[in-house]
Nanobody
Framework: QLVESGGGSVQAGGSLRLSCAAS????????MGWFRQAPGKEREGVAE????????SYADSVKGRFTLSQDNAKNTLYLEMNSLKSEDTAMYYC?????????????????????WGQGTQVTVS
């Protein structure tokens, strides 16, 4: 189970902190990541934590502005988003075990086969 929260409407330059509460099983996946999908566009990987290597990666478009963190006691993944831009407007999702998609699009086939939460909307104006 995945439950995203924390989205909202902010002005450009503002900040938001997203949360993703996961089941223990999902949280222990090889990786946990944040993805986003803007209207008319494919879903893309934003940030990922690889549990196998203990390494975090970010899409170039968010590097230096977004920070991924975790609370292992709560099985929760966070995404701190600063200096938000209009192009960050999208529905944000988290997922487990979709590794290596940072900065890449996720095909509709893979989206359909994977487990997602309901997402949380981020709107930057």
């Amino acid at each position: 189970q995945l439950v995203e929260s924390g989205g909202g409407s902010v002005q450009a330059g503002g900040s938001l902190r997203l949360s993703c509460a996961a089941s223990a099983y999902t949280y222990s996946s090889n990786c946990m990541g944040w993805f986003r999908q803007a209207p008319g566009k494919e879903r893309e990987g934003v940030a990922e934590f690889d549990n196998r290597e203990g390494r975090t990666s970010y899409a170039d478009s968010v590097k230096g502005r977004f920070t991924l963190s975790q609370d292992n006691a709560k099985n929760t993944l966070y995404l701190e988003m600063n200096s938000l831009k209009s192009e960050d407007t999208a529905m944000y999702y988290c997922a487990g075990d979709l590794c290596g998609f940072t900065g890449a699009t996720v095909s509709r086939t893979i989206v359909g086969k994977s487990h997602w939460g309901q997402g949380t909307q981020v709107t930057v104006s």
